[in-house]
């Protein structure tokens, strides 16, 4: 089939004159009173003027220029890539849930209360910890939220902690949230894949504010010794942040407060399967120990007898870190995927996943370096430097490549610590049948030329945009000719 | 059920190649003293009809903007959206992918992303848009951070106390540890009066926050302010509502260096509160303060037109500590449907519904004012939001009305001290004529049930 759509921008598609929506005739007479001409413009935005059908035609025919998990295996490593039920989709939708304002009072959103009363508790439990603000937008929202709350809770008990400490694992966004909750990052090594227990030691002083550890961290290993890093971080009076990213792994089998972490949040897009939506929108609730609770954001969601209401009178509370509630739309999500699962169900999860991953492990072990040995938790990372040096084939020729069979790449080049990264992560939805089949497709493109790689992919209908130009000199909008 | 696809056989067959007997032994990484010796106390599992029972009987104890008539406002508004919208937005091929990392695979969002930021700058007047920010609230913080970073200054910001509450609240939670410091401008005249703002502001000053219509409904000198701002060498951000934009002046019309909004009411429903998405546009040469993603167009080994996420070394995963910002997405789906709004609406479009809304608000002022002994608090010009005086004790107003089917407005004694009397009104562009008149009666009656109780 000849695809003659054109890729042409909405702008450039446009034609003075064409309408999509239509807005009903006023019904009331025009506004007495203007609003004075300072404040008035001229002419409306010069926004794009299509037909319904072009704008339903150019968007439906750019999304198929997607990959996406309903298309597509997509094991990009950290991002918890698993399917997204369609049961969630329809119930996010009901009017009783979508069109609720964010702002009536709690009286005439009891259910809405009770759903979001019933999702603190299920994330505590789920943590092994004792409260819960669901009101981060995501992951890197909810550790900033955690380190203000932890900065307040030492501010409150006089005591001037001044340091985070952050494994050289980490996602970019632990030390990030950590200048911006006004604390110096300080980088620990790992030693063979898990934190360097030494360096921990060395640096864990009365300086020391929290310790953020990735558990299972980026490489999918679980960290063995995380009952005496949290018992060392406790001794000298510091908190310890689990972020969460990687919670597939661990659902109903440990839980970080039985680990000793006082505080984390979830990725509820990841874990709990919100759809990803392109780059968002995500939700990251975090949980924390007891003695945390009084700082968390307000509002909480409180029980009283049968009802429930929105508390914001709470004094030591560090404030908003957003409008209005949360991410609701996704905790919704989140909320259908606990109650279709259940306890045994959540269990299932992790243990599929790590079954996947280590299945999938066991097909590439002898075909690629995996520095990290033979066993994962949820994801495992593979390294091309061997390849690389040998074949001159790295790990971005691997998974451009990848594309032209359907797959969607693997996180490459992190987390640093690994040369040449190639990061896996399956997730318990897939079958066997697509891990063999990646794994074949992983094994032949490793044989293949390495200039034929170079310009890979060879069938989408882009290749290899030019990102030191697109850096150098940006174009950001469109502008017309 | 956990949507796991491998039969017992293939189990069997996987933990032979990985050479363990059973899954458990995968665990064995784990300590068992930290292994949770019981199944996790929740809910027992439910099947979709049993879910969907229990979603809906949930649903039916919310009221909502279906089944009521809402007047709500206050930074989320009950707007029209398009059904081509929903459709397009339901296609799996957008809501299922990821961050467009592989650029190659995800051009469908990248040049959506793209022509999210143009349709935004087209609206705002400015040169640079981002891929979107979490919502309202965050985008004016970010924004703050951002003017810190390109003035240099870290002393003073200078906030009214129009803007949205939620807003402010977060920007002071954000600052706690951070230098600089919020001076917030009083506005009992329901704006910032631009001879309070120069009170304050020096040559130390990073920006001058803004919210224009803010959260009375009014309008702000936000030229004057700009004029001033600029004079000190200071950035002036605004917050805007992107509906309005169809009849009042661009930002980048009127001299603001930093435009932000909450995106909700371009496609998004109400949801509670979220997802909902932050824009945020600026003057080209903060290109590289700017906060979160942004998408550029460049050409790919053959030359041909693509576009690929860019200034990525601005970022967390590079900068890590010294990132512009901690963020790590947009809101890509959200973004999406903001940009097919804009297109839907078009020019025309966007102009109607923001004459709808001016005019409708006007007409329910006129009405209740007629109607009741309420007037209006503030005498400045508004858009589609303003702000009410009650002879009745408003919460005992707004529950008649709820009675009588109507989300009638938000009380402001929550927010402000010496406004316990004052609610504030939205009217959109749903609102008909025969709803605004209902409401007007309603409050009537309020009123004249208020007077009985009170001489009873």
């Known amino acids: 089939m000849e695809k003659n759509q054109s890729t042409a921008l909405i702008f450039e598609l446009s034609r003075s004159g064409r309408r999509c929506a239509r807005l009903p005739v006023s019904d009331v007479p025009d506004a007495v009173v203007t609003i004075p001409q300072r404040f008035m413009a001229d002419a409306p935005p010069a926004l794009p003027e299509l037909g319904e059908l072009d704008v339903v035609r150019h968007f439906v025919n750019l999304s198929t220029k997607n990959m ?58 789920i943590a092994g910890l004792h409260g819960v603000s669901l009101q981060p937008a995501a992951g890197a929202q909810g550790e900033l939220t955690a380190l203000l709350v932890a900065s307040a809770y030492f501010k409150d008990k006089g005591q001037k902690r001044t340091r985070v400490l952050i494994p050289d694992s980490a996602h970019g966004t632990n030390p990030a949230s950590a200048a911006i909750a006004g604390f110096d990052a300080v980088q620990i090594k790992s ?42 971080v406790h001794e000298a009076g510091g908190l310890v942040y689990l972020d969460g990213a990687n919670m597939n792994a661990i659902l109903g089998i440990t839980r ?157 080049y992190f987390p640093l610590v690994v040369p040449e990264a190639l990061m896996i992560e399956p997730t318990e939805t897939e079958n066997k049948e697509t891990l063999d089949a990646f794994a074949d497709t992983l094994i032949k493109i490793k044989g293949e030329d390495a200039a034929f790689l170079k310009e890979a992919p060879h069938t989408l209908s882009r290749s290899r945009p030019d990102e030191v130009k697109a850096a150098k000199e940006p174009i950001l909008r469109w502008k017309p000719a | ?86 459709a397009i937005c339901s296609r799996s091929e957008y809501y299922t992918a990821y961050t467009p990392y592989q650029a190659e695979a995800s051009q469908g969002s990248l040049q959506a992303f793209f022509e999210f930021q143009t349709l935004i700058c087209q609206l705002t007047g400015m040169e640079v848009a981002n891929a979107s920010l979490y919502e ?5 913080t970010e924004a703050v951070l951002m003017a810190a970073g390109v003035t240099g ?63 009375f409904g009014c309008l702000e000198e936000v030229e004057e302010v700009a004029k001033l701002c600029h004079a000190v060498g200071a950035l002036l951000v605004v917050s805007f509502d992107p509906i309005s934009l169809g009849i009042l002046k661009k930002p980048g019309d009127y001299g603001a260096d930093i435009a932000v909004a909450e995106g909700q009411g371009l496609g998004n429903p109400l949801n509670y509160g979220g997802p909902y998405l932050g824009l945020l546009a600026c003057r080209e040469a903060y290109v590289r303060k700017i906060p979160g993603r942004v998408v550029g167009q460049t050409t790919d080994r053959l030359g041909r037109r693509t576009y690929a996420l860019t200034l990525q070394t601005r970022e967390q995963h590079i900068r890590r500590e010294k990132a512009t910002s901690n963020i790590c997405t947009n809101q890509g789906l959200m973004a999406l449907k903001a940009a097919v709004h804009l297109t839907a609406l078009g020019p025309s479009g966007l102009r109607e519904t923001a004459h709808l809304c001016l005019n409708k608000a006007h007409y329910a002022v006129a009405q209740i004012e007629t109607m009741t002994d309420m007037r209006r608090r503030f005498n400045r010009p508004f858009f589609k939001e303003f702000t009410l005086q009650s002879s009745v004790p408003v919460h005992s107003l707004l529950e008649h009305a709820r009675d009588d089917g109507y989300l009638a407005g938000l009380a402001l004694a929550r927010w402000y001290e010496g406004l316990e009397d004052c609610f504030s009104v939205t009217v959109t562009e749903k609102r008909t004529r025969s709803e605004i008149d209902g409401l007007a009666r309603s409050l009537q009656s309020a009123v004249r049930h208020g007077v009985r109780a009170v001489m009873a």
């Open chain 1, 68 to 125: 996406s998990i309903d298309t597509n295996f997509y094991p990009l490593g950290s991002c918890t890539m698993k399917y997204n039920p369609k049961r969630h989709e329809r119930l996010a939708a009901l009017a009783g849930l979508a069109d609720v304002h964010p702002l009536q009072d709690d009286e005439t959103c009891q259910g809405i209360l009770g759903l979001l009363y019933e999702m603190q508790s299920y994330l505590a439990e």
């Open chain 1, 191 to 232: 030693q063979g894949g898990y934190v360097d227990l030494e360096d921990l030691k060395a640096k864990l002083d009365d300086r020391t504010a929290v310790f953020m550890i990735t558990n299972p961290n980026t490489l999918g290993l679980f960290e063995k010794q995380i009952a005496t890093i949290t018992k060392l």
């Open chain 2, 153 to 215: 200054r870290h002393g003073r910001v200078i906030v009214a106390e129009s803007v949205h509450p939620d807003y402010r609240s977060t920007l002071k939670t954000y600052l706690a540890n951070l230098e600089p410091k919020v001076t917030e401008v009083p506005t009992p005249e329901g704006f910032a009066n631009p001879d309070d703002i120069r009170k304050v502001l020096d040559d130390q000053t990073s920006c001058v926050v803004l919210q224009h219509p803010n959260f």
């Open chain 2, 136 to 140: 309202g609230g965050t985008s004016v």
């Open chain 1, 256 to 412: 970080p407060g039985d680990f000793g972490a006082d505080m984390m949040h979830y990725n509820v897009h990841k874990t709990f399967t919100g759809p990803h939506g392109a780059g968002g929108p995500g939700s990251g609730p975090i949980a924390v120990r007891d003695m945390l609770i009084p700082y968390l954001p307000s509002p909480l969601v409180v029980r009283q007898g049968d009802r429930y209401t929105l508390d914001e009178d709470r004094p030591q509370s560090i404030g908003r870190v957003r409008s209005f509630f949360g991410n609701v739309g996704i905790l919704i999500r989140g909320y259908c995927y606990i109650r279709t699962l259940g306890p045994s169900g959540l269990r299932e999860v992790s243990d599929q996943a790590v079954l996947n991953a280590n299945y999938l492990l066991s097909r590439l072990k002898d075909q690629f370096e995996v520095p990290q040995g033979d066993r994962c938790m949820h994801e495992f990372v593979a390294s091309c430097r061997t390849l690389r040096r040998e074949k001159n084939i790295s790990a971005m020729e691997i998974a451009k490549r990848l594309l032209d069979f359907g797959y969607h790449a693997p996180t490459v």
């Open chain 2, 1 to 86: 059920m956990s949507y796991v696809q491998n039969t017992a056989e293939q189990q069997a067959a996987m933990l032979a190649s990985i050479g363990v007997d059973c899954i458990e032994a995968l665990f064995a990484p784990i300590p068992s003293e930290l292994r949770l010796k019981r199944l996790l106390d929740i809910p027992a599992a439910m099947s979709e009809i049993e879910l969907t029972r229990h979603m809906t009987a949930l649903a039916s104890r919310n009221r909502n903007a279906s089944d009521s008539v809402c007047f709500l406002g206050g930074g989320a508004y009950d707007h029209f959206i398009p059904a081509v919208v929903d």
